[in-house]
């Protein structure tokens, strides 16, 4: 038999192993908003409350985010969209 055999090149595995260093490695970076449980979406806006990051509208039951002027009406909710926000300004910092 002539050449190596097609099924032992192993030619591109080293590209493979390194698009997927590169995935874990961005992976890493990213904050998850998806483990994010009510408790910890309380504690995140009682810091965010206490820093100023937000304002509550009482009497229409809301909660606006400063930096970005978005009203919301979960907490929940909030707390995923700073997470991502964050993130998203962090990120935009960095590529300057």
């Keep these: 038999m002539f050449g190596p055999d097609r099924y032992d090149d192993t030619a591109d ?3 493979q192993f390194e698009a997927e260093l590169l995935a ?3 992976d890493a970076r990213s904050p998850s ?3 994010l449980d009510d408790e910890t979406a309380r504690q995140l806006v009682r ?3 206490d ?3 937000i304002t509550p509208v009482v009497d229409q039951r809301l909660l ?3 930096p ?3 009203a919301f009406e979960s907490m929940q909710q909030l707390a995923v969209f700073h997470k991502g926000w964050t993130a998203a300004h962090d990120a935009g910092e960095g590529d300057e």
Excluded: P
């Design 68 to 70: 970005s002027n978005t």
């Design 24 to 26: 874990q490695d961005r």
């Design 13 to 15: 595995d080293h590209e």
């Design 33 to 35: 908003t998806a483990d």
């Design 51 to 53: 820093a100023g990051t």
């Design 64 to 66: 606006v985010h400063e």
């Design 47 to 49: 810091e965010l409350l």
